[in-house]
C-alpha cells in the first residue's frame, strides 16, 4: 500500500473522531469479519485483540506474537478499503518502531495502547510509563510521514484498580498524561454509568472512545453523553457465536 493512501486513510480515521457524534468502529477479526461490517455501511475498522486470537486457536492477553497479529492485519487490509485500526494490547514486547512499522507495512493506520503489561504478570504501567509509550509510537508515527491514530487505553476499571472512590478521577489524570503524550483518543475502557461518562467525556481533552454491545445497546444513545468512538470489543464476535450456536444446535 503506497504512503499517500496510508496518509488519507490515517487522516480519514482521525476527522471521523466527533465528540458527540461519534465513529462506530465495528470490532473486526478477519477478512470475513471485514467485509460484512464494510458491506453494512461503515466507513472504518477496528481489529480486536481478543476476537483475533480466538480466530487463530490462541487466548486473548498477548498469547499471540506480533507477527500473528501483522499477518492477519494485512489479509484484512487486502479485503477492504477502509481506514483500520488496531488493538496492540501492551505492545507484544516490542518497540514504538517495530510496531508502527509493522501496522504501516499491513496497511493499518491505527492502534489501541493499552496499560496492562500482559507479559510481565499483568502489571500496570504508571501513568507516566504509559505515557513515555504513547509518546514514542508518536514519535516513530512522525518519522513514518503518516499521523498513526493513536487510541490510549487505561485498564483501571477493567481492573478495579484502587479504591473506587477516586477511580475516575486516575483514569482522568492518567488518560490526560497520554493525551499529551500525542494520543488521539482515550478509551477508559469498562461499561459505565451515563453520569461517569459524562464526566469522562466533559473532562478529558480528547475524544473518548466507549465500549457497546451491538445486540443491546441503543446506537443513539452515546452521542448525548459526548462520546467521540464505539468500537465492540469481543462482544460482535461473542453475539455471533451466540446466535451461530443456538442454529447449529438444532442440527447437532
Not at 57 to 77: H, N, P, Y
Amino acid at each position: 500500500m503506497s504512503d499517500q493512501i496510508l496518509k488519507q486513510r490515517a487522516d480519514a480515521l482521525l476527522a471521523l473522531h466527533q465528540p458527540g457524534s461519534p465513529v462506530v468502529l465495528p470490532t473486526v477479526w478477519d477478512a470475513w469479519s471485514a467485509r460484512l461490517a464494510v458491506d453494512a455501511g461503515f466507513a472504518a475498522l477496528t481489529i480486536g485483540s481478543h476476537p483475533l486470537a480466538d480466530s487463530i486457536g490462541k487466548e486473548d492477553g498477548e498469547v499471540m506474537f506480533f507477527d500473528d497479529v501483522v499477518t492477519r492485519v494485512a489479509q484484512i487490509s487486502a479485503a477492504v478499503d477502509v481506514p483500520i485500526s488496531v488493538d496492540l494490547e501492551s505492545g507484544y514486547g516490542e518497540s514504538a518502531a517495530s510496531l508502527i512499522g509493522g501496522l504501516l507495512e499491513a496497511g493499518a493506520v491505527g492502534l489501541n495502547i493499552e496499560d496492562t503489561v500482559h507479559s510481565e504478570g499483568k502489571r500496570l504501567r504508571s501513568s507516566s510509563e504509559h505515557a513515555e509509550l504513547v509518546a514514542a509510537l508518536r514519535k516513530a508515527a512522525d518519522e513514518s510521514g503518516v499521523h498513526v491514530v493513536i487510541n490510549a487505553r487505561t485498564d483501571l476499571f477493567l481492573r478495579a484498580d484502587g479504591d473506587e472512590s477516586d477511580r475516575v478521577d486516575r483514569a482522568i489524570a492518567r488518560l490526560t498524561e497520554a493525551a499529551s503524550a500525542g494520543a488521539d483518543s482515550l478509551y477508559p475502557v469498562g461499561r459505565h454509568d451515563a453520569e461517569t461518562m459524562r464526566r469522562l467525556t466533559s473532562e478529558l481533552p480528547l475524544p473518548v472512545n466507549a465500549i457497546a454491545l451491538p445486540d443491546q445497546d441503543d446506537p443513539a444513545s452515546f452521542g448525548p453523553l459526548g462520546v467521540g468512538r464505539i468500537s465492540f470489543g469481543p462482544f460482535l464476535q461473542r453475539a455471533l457465536s451466540g446466535s451461530a450456536t443456538e442454529m447449529l444446535q438444532r442440527w447437532a
